[in-house]
Nanobody, 128 residues
Framework: VQLQASGGGLGQTGGSLRLSCAASGFTFDHYAIGWFRQAPGKEREGVSCISGWGGRTYDADSAKDRFTISRDNAKNTAYLQMTDLKPEDTAVYYC??????????????????????WGKGTLVTVSS
């Protein structure tokens, strides 16, 4: 099983970045995908979740109105489109898989760790 986040880099305040999460080794469309982030010196927090078939999403307050989660099951890839970037978005971003959207949402809300699979992160740095 592998989840690999990519697309991070240096962004500017007000700019946009799109992160990708490439998955392999499991039945991708059977799992919800979540994006999480960890800023320097802070605990990891959940950002967004999307259901296995892509029809339902859940966004944490930090993501609402600025970030959009999506997925392409034909490519076994999930995305996080980030717009109106802020310096406080600077963090390592991780993608992870859970058996259901409800589980992913629970992990986001409770700041838990109980996603079934975790990937390596990608660093996003937003300059002011």
């Amino acid at each position: 099983v592998q989840l690999q986040a990519s697309g991070g880099g240096l962004g500017q305040t007000g700019g946009s970045l799109r992160l990708s999460c490439a998955a392999s080794g499991f039945t991708f469309d059977h799992y919800a995908i979540g994006w999480f982030r960890q800023a320097p010196g802070k605990e990891r927090e959940g950002v967004s979740c999307i259901s296995g078939w892509g029809g339902r999403t859940y966004d944490a307050d930090s993501a609402k109105d600025r970030f959009t989660i999506s997925r392409d099951n034909a490519k076994n890839t999930a995305y996080l489109q980030m717009t109106d970037l802020k310096p406080e978005d600077t963090a390592v971003y991780y993608c992870a898989a859970a058996p259901s959207l409800a589980k992913c949402r629970d992990v986001v809300v409770t700041r838990g760790n109980d996603m079934e699979y975790w990937g390596k992160g990608t660093l996003v740095t937003v300059s002011s």
